[in-house]
């Protein structure tokens, strides 16, 4: 039971993950399931329903499909909608049922493709993991298929990527990103996938550097590395913090290698100051308020992230032992029960822990005064 | 690098079978993974000469690192074996074992790492679910060869087997390689299993004896290639290593 939830809600799923990637990138995306996924996708995991449609679909799986193994009326109603909606490209998305029925999505999407001509690809999701593998292989599967071979690369320019409301929900999140690179001197040749269509993704293999700003985008970024060997920087633009993600980029280009700005960041592993969540935002925070503390991440696929100052954390118990010396903790609401007695909660919610609970206090992050926040924080 | 899958009604012979025809294969100078998907993980105890190999699943179960030589054993003539394993018996889903197994091998470079020439996939019984139809997926075998012998209950599994691949045509499955008659001297054998191959324009590629050697060889935990690589029942197995390289090459 050391791995439970009894107390603090776990993370936004891997579909909603591959959902909220996909978004905005004109294509169609089929849950298939009976309902679940999609209501927690739907009421909880995304924002932008209110400004933007988007081809998301459930399948409607039926109790007695999924025990026949009856695959057709998926594939029937999927190439029914697609040939009605004309989405530029159709992505499959697994859940516990079909997932345990061991479903052949891959010979699915063929099926579909065919009767289609439309790109047909499947998401490898089963419901049981966070959004990051989820959000991650989906763009990634975007950089594979749809990202074409470029002439030659832009100086200056860059692509943004791993950008969702689900690490960046407040509104004008990607807007504030976009600026804040762009004032210093960048030009944004795509952000992924927040605000651009999958036509300027598509030419994504023109920038010179790649800026991956939460781990949803590393899949991509190492797509993107080995197919055109564009380099990428791991780290968030934020406060004081920008300066030396920009530096990193400039060097990136300059050398072709790989940066990882956040391992410079202030260390002191007995401080008692705590950041919990996404590794490269939260790393970039309190990078940004200039604060030597400890990253806990309780997100998968974030291995290569981890170092000294980042570390792994699986489950409630687990994070209560490791937070139990903790004076300052910077993380969404819903981890003040876990909180030891005394120490005080910096609340920046997060879209992918507590879904539209704060949303009306959620904070633009590349607009946050770090220095009144340090200020908050001190000891 | 060859893919093929063995399918058949249980107890009709697939793992001696396989195992044998794995022997064949290495004979002839060929690099051969054979893989039993069967949650009773017995499909390569004649390769292995007594020694024990973990299943994947149960390294899966056991929640702790391991690595892909964890899931291998080299046995006789360098075939490298491995045994998919399953739930605990009774509980869970062997067919999502299957899958699980399946992954967990191309996801640990199974295949790069090896180079085999030929893998053989050893598969329980029927295609009973999704999970047991893993191997021949797109990816996995490319040809899917049944055994069967002349009693109904045998032919009825081998006919579900191939409607099954029938279904899947438009899926890239794997395409039928043949039926395999492990003989069982009943009558009109040979009339009845050629009927059944021929319902599915299909054709019998072997046909192997019924011989005492075979269990004689099970207890000396060997395959009769090994254990009596002169006799009559040897050279059956030969036979059908060749034709099923002569089917491979031909489809």
């Given at each position: 039971?050391?791995?439970?939830?009894?107390?603090?809600?776990?993370?936004?799923?891997?579909?909603?993950?591959?959902?909220?990637?996909?978004?905005?990138?004109?294509?169609?995306?089929?849950?298939?399931?009976?309902?679940?996924?999609?209501?927690?996708?739907?009421?909880?995991?995304?924002?932008?329903?209110?400004?933007?449609?988007?081809?998301?679909?459930?399948?409607?799986?039926?109790?007695?499909?999924?025990?026949?193994?009856?695959?057709?009326?998926?594939?029937?109603?999927?190439?029914?909608?697609?040939?009605?909606?004309?989405?530029?490209?159709?992505?499959?998305?697994?859940?516990?049922?079909?997932?345990?029925?061991?479903?052949?999505?891959?010979?699915?999407?063929?099926?579909?493709?065919?009767?289609?001509?439309?790109?047909?690809?499947?998401?490898?999701?089963?419901?049981?993991?966070?959004?990051?593998?989820?959000?991650?292989?989906?763009?990634?599967?975007?950089?594979?298929?749809?990202?074409?071979?470029?002439?030659?690369?832009?100086?200056?320019?860059?692509?943004?990527?791993?950008?969702?409301?689900?690490?960046?929900?407040?509104?004008?999140?990607?807007?504030?990103?976009?600026?804040?690179?762009?004032?210093?001197?960048?030009?944004?040749?795509?952000?992924?996938?927040?605000?651009?269509?999958?036509?300027?993704?598509?030419?994504?293999?023109?920038?010179?550097?790649?800026?991956?700003?939460?781990?949803?985008?590393?899949?991509?970024?190492?797509?993107?590395?080995?197919?055109?060997?564009?380099?990428?920087?791991?780290?968030?633009?934020?406060?004081?913090?920008?300066?030396?993600?920009?530096?990193?980029?400039?060097?990136?280009?300059?050398?072709?290698?790989?940066?990882?700005?956040?391992?410079?960041?202030?260390?002191?592993?007995?401080?008692?100051?705590?950041?919990?969540?996404?590794?490269?935002?939260?790393?970039?925070?309190?990078?940004?308020?200039?604060?030597?503390?400890?990253?806990?991440?309780?997100?998968?696929?974030?291995?290569?992230?981890?170092?000294?100052?980042?570390?792994?954390?699986?489950?409630?118990?687990?994070?209560?032992?490791?937070?139990?010396?903790?004076?300052?903790?910077?993380?969404?609401?819903?981890?003040?029960?876990?909180?030891?007695?005394?120490?005080?909660?910096?609340?920046?919610?997060?879209?992918?822990?507590?879904?539209?609970?704060?949303?009306?206090?959620?904070?633009?992050?590349?607009?946050?005064?770090?220095?009144?926040?340090?200020?908050?924080?001190?000891? | 690098?060859?893919?093929?899958?063995?399918?058949?009604?249980?107890?009709?012979?697939?793992?001696?079978?396989?195992?044998?025809?794995?022997?064949?294969?290495?004979?002839?100078?060929?690099?051969?993974?054979?893989?039993?998907?069967?949650?009773?993980?017995?499909?390569?105890?004649?390769?292995?000469?007594?020694?024990?190999?973990?299943?994947?699943?149960?390294?899966?179960?056991?929640?702790?690192?391991?690595?892909?030589?964890?899931?291998?054993?080299?046995?006789?003539?360098?075939?490298?074996?491995?045994?998919?394993?399953?739930?605990?018996?009774?509980?869970?889903?062997?067919?999502?074992?299957?899958?699980?197994?399946?992954?967990?091998?191309?996801?640990?470079?199974?295949?790069?790492?090896?180079?085999?020439?030929?893998?053989?996939?050893?598969?329980?019984?029927?295609?009973?679910?999704?999970?047991?139809?893993?191997?021949?997926?797109?990816?996995?075998?490319?040809?899917?060869?049944?055994?069967?012998?002349?009693?109904?209950?045998?032919?009825?599994?081998?006919?579900?087997?191939?409607?099954?691949?029938?279904?899947?045509?438009?899926?890239?499955?794997?395409?039928?390689?043949?039926?395999?008659?492990?003989?069982r001297n009943v009558k009109n054998e040979d009339a009845k299993v050629q009927e059944l191959s021929e319902d599915f324009k299909s054709q019998v590629i072997a046909s192997l004896p019924h011989s005492e050697l075979v269990t004689d060889a099970e207890e000396l935990g060997k395959t009769v290639l090994e254990a009596f690589p002169n006799s009559d029942m040897a050279e059956a197995y030969r036979n059908l290593a060749a034709a099923v390289l002569r089917e491979d090459a031909v489809c």
């Amino acid at each position: 039971m050391n791995t439970s939830y009894r107390i603090i809600p776990c993370y936004t799923g891997d579909v909603s993950g591959v959902c909220s990637a996909l978004f905005e990138l004109g294509g169609m995306v089929v849950i298939h399931d009976p309902s679940g996924c999609n209501s927690t996708y739907n009421t909880h995991d995304e924002t932008r329903w209110y400004d933007h449609d988007s081809l998301i679909f459930i399948s409607g799986l039926a109790e007695i499909d999924a025990v026949f193994g009856n695959d057709q009326k998926l594939i029937d109603d999927t190439v029914d909608a697609a040939l009605n909606l004309h989405p530029k490209f159709i992505t499959l998305v697994n859940s516990p049922i079909p997932y345990l029925n061991g479903t052949d999505f891959e010979a699915i999407c063929r099926i579909i493709e065919s009767r289609t001509c439309i790109p047909t690809f499947y998401i490898p999701t089963n419901g049981m993991h966070d959004y990051v593998p989820g959000a991650g292989a989906a763009l990634a599967e975007i950089a594979k298929r749809f990202v074409s071979v470029p002439e030659g690369k832009k100086p200056g320019s860059v692509n943004l990527l791993g950008v969702t409301p689900l690490d960046f929900a407040a509104d004008g999140s990607a807007e504030s990103l976009r600026e804040t690179v762009e004032r210093a001197g960048f030009s944004v040749h795509s952000c992924w996938a927040m605000g651009d269509s999958l036509e300027t993704l598509s030419h994504s293999g023109e920038a010179a550097v790649n800026l991956v700003v939460s781990a949803m985008g590393l899949p991509a970024a190492k797509v993107l590395r080995e197919r055109f060997g564009t380099p990428y920087v791991a780290g968030t633009p934020l406060g004081s913090f920008s300066e030396t993600v920009f530096a990193s980029m400039r060097r990136a280009t300059e050398t072709g290698e790989n940066q990882f700005p956040l391992l410079e960041r202030l260390n002191q592993t007995d401080s008692g100051i705590f950041a919990i969540g996404e590794p490269i935002t939260m790393g970039s925070v309190l990078a940004a308020m200039e604060l030597p503390g400890t990253v806990l991440c309780p997100l998968e696929h974030c291995e290569s992230l981890l170092n000294k100052n980042t570390l792994a954390v699986v489950g409630e118990e687990e994070a209560e032992t490791m937070l139990k010396n903790a004076k300052v903790v910077i993380a969404d609401p819903l981890y003040r029960p876990i909180l030891p007695k005394g120490a005080k909660l910096i609340e920046l919610p997060h879209e992918a822990f507590s879904g539209r609970c704060f949303r009306k206090t959620m904070k633009n992050l590349f607009t946050i005064d770090y220095d009144a926040l340090r200020k908050e924080a001190s000891l | 690098m060859k893919k093929l899958a063995f399918y058949g009604k249980g107890g009709i012979g697939k793992s001696t079978t396989v195992s044998n025809l794995a022997v064949a294969f290495a004979e002839r100078g060929l690099k051969v993974m054979q893989i039993g998907c069967d949650p009773k993980a017995d499909s390569t105890l004649a390769l292995r000469g007594g020694a024990p190999l973990t299943s994947v699943l149960d390294l899966v179960r056991a929640k702790q690192p391991f690595d892909l030589q964890d899931m291998v054993r080299i046995g006789y003539k360098d075939i490298v074996c491995v045994e998919a394993g399953g739930p605990t018996p009774g509980s869970g889903c062997a067919g999502r074992g299957i899958i699980t197994a399946l992954d967990k091998l191309r996801d640990y470079g199974a295949y790069e790492t090896y180079h085999p020439d030929i893998v053989l996939y050893d598969v329980l019984g029927d295609v009973v679910c999704g999970g047991f139809s893993m191997p021949m997926r797109g990816g996995y075998a490319d040809q899917v060869y049944i055994l069967t012998s002349g009693e109904n209950m045998a032919i009825h599994a081998a006919a579900n087997i191939a409607m099954a691949l029938e279904n899947f045509k438009d899926r890239g499955y794997a395409k039928l390689g043949g039926f395999i008659l492990n003989r069982r001297n009943v009558k009109n054998e040979d009339a009845k299993v050629q009927e059944l191959s021929e319902d599915f324009k299909s054709q019998v590629i072997a046909s192997l004896p019924h011989s005492e050697l075979v269990t004689d060889a099970e207890e000396l935990g060997k395959t009769v290639l090994e254990a009596f690589p002169n006799s009559d029942m040897a050279e059956a197995y030969r036979n059908l290593a060749a034709a099923v390289l002569r089917e491979d090459a031909v489809c």
